[in-house]
């Protein structure tokens, strides 16, 4: 039976191929560089090849910002990644997840790998780093029995914080069954009661550090419950619990400063704080005695009679003021009131008739004004000081 294929499925079929095949998964190819291109995406195209084969490879930006050494046409490497195939062309090609220059052998690049990966995921944030309690109640201790460096981290803790308890939790910290005793240690500590944990050996040759790059103790030490310090080598060597830890120690002196004060800055802190209280309580004291003092000598206190006198004495006269001013205002409106009085009483109608003026109404009781307003045989009536009369005009001259 034939199979029918477009060009596109059958490229399909055969990179489906290619991805399931675990054999062309997780490859280190060891191959000089040529026909190097970066472009500004991040990715990068080249070939490797050796003296009789050549195979085209692409790194993607996701994994070439993780390259250590600048790479170039001519370089020899060893670069970790498998074989798939790019569809739309039909080929097959290497694609690369890390490279590293020749020489550095497979452990080497394994662990830049694996140290790549874990950056990735976040377990060097500092944003994870947490602050060390320089107060500890007690402190684990993960070292080595017998050591150099439990004995330098024993006793500079001790030297400088006494109040503190130590926990040890011993451990092989190099050779075969290294891992596998620093893991246990690890999890006795997760169940004890402590503020830190420190932990560390003596430096090495890099061999000798291996066991501190393991990736589940790597992680054990991200998801510890308290803070961790590392104390594993010297200035130069790093291991992967350095990048994990809250902080690292590049001596097991180092791992003591960092986990808790120094007992000399607390007597001085002290001294500090007594001195300062003691000038604050001077002051306090030294401020009230002035106020006291500016009390005692006010006037008030000095002659509280001679105040008080004063002060009625104007209150007296206050009183005697206020007296004549409403006497001289009592006066002045009488006054005004009996020329009013007498001024209305000259102008009342009785006085004025009695002058011997009179007032002539018509039959509506209007006011007669004019002569003018007076017709001959009208009746008006005249009011006359002591009453008033009824007349009849009989004759009116104007002008």
Do not use: W
Request: with cysteine; hydrophobic share 35%.
């Amino acid at each position: 039976m034939n199979n029918s294929f477009t060009v596109s499925s059958l490229n399909q079929y055969i990179k489906s191929k290619f991805d399931s095949d675990f054999t062309l998964k997780g490859i280190r190819l060891e191959g000089e560089i040529s026909n190097y291109k970066a472009y500004p995406s991040g990715h990068i195209y080249f070939s490797l090849k050796d003296d009789k084969s050549i195979i085209k490879a692409v790194m993607f930006s996701d994994f070439t910002r993780y390259i250590s050494n600048p790479i170039k046409d001519g370089d020899k490497v060893i670069a970790l990644g498998y074989v798939s195939v790019y569809p739309q062309r039909g080929e097959y090609q290497f694609y690369a997840q890390a490279i590293d220059l020749f020489g550095k052998g497979d452990i080497l690049l394994e662990l830049e790998r694996l140290k790549k990966k874990l950056q990735a995921e976040g377990l060097f944030d500092e944003s994870h780093k947490r602050e060390i309690n320089l107060f500890p109640k007690a402190i684990g201790i993960i070292c080595a029995p017998n050591s150099a460096a439990l004995s330098d981290i024993k006793t500079n803790l001790l030297r400088r914080y006494p109040l503190v308890e130590l926990k040890e939790f011993l451990a092989q910290v190099q050779g075969e069954g290294a891992i596998k005793d620093l893991i246990r240690a690890v999890n006795e500590a997760s169940k004890e009661d402590i503020d830190t944990l420190i932990i560390g050996r003596g430096g090495g040759a890099s061999e000798d550090l291996s066991a501190f790059n393991d990736e589940t103790l790597v992680r054990l030490i991200y998801n510890f419950k308290v803070p961790v310090i590392s104390a594993v080598g010297h200035e130069v060597d790093f291991t992967l619990i350095d990048y994990v830890s809250d902080k690292r120690a590049s001596t097991p002196t180092g791992a003591a400063e960092l986990a808790t004060i120094d007992k000399r800055e607390i007597y001085q802190a002290i001294d500090m704080t007594e001195s300062s209280l003691d000038d604050r309580l001077n002051n306090l004291l030294n401020n009230l005695t002035n106020k006291i003092d500016n009390f005692a000598n006010r006037k008030i206190y000095v002659s509280a009679k001679d105040i008080y006198e004063t002060k009625l004495e104007k209150l007296e006269n206050i009183e005697h003021n206020l007296d004549s001013s409403l006497k001289n205002i009592l006066d002045r409106n009488r006054d005004k009131i009996s020329y009013i009085d007498k001024y209305l009483d000259s102008i009342s109608p009785d006085n004025v008739f009695s002058r011997g003026y009179s007032l002539a109404l018509d039959e509506k009781g209007k006011v007669i004004k004019s002569v003018k307003d007076i017709s001959l045989n009208q009746m008006i009536n005249v009011k006359l000081s002591g009453g008033s009369v009824s007349a009849k005009v009989m004759d009116k001259k104007e002008g």
